[in-house]
């Protein structure tokens, strides 16, 4: 049981890593069009 929950807060990181560098993504994008 404890491994599924570390295995789970691992995947919400790893979720809020790729949010961030999509942001990121998003953000170059938008600097590079003006």
């Known amino acids: 049981m404890k491994m599924l929950s ?3 807060v ?3 990181l790893n979720l809020k890593v790729v949010f961030c560098k ?3 993504l998003e953000k170059a994008r ?3 069009d003006i």
């Open 22 to 24: 999509l942001d990121d």
């Open 10 to 12: 691992m995947v919400r």
């Open 30 to 32: 938008n600097v590079l």
């Open 6 to 8: 570390l295995i789970f």
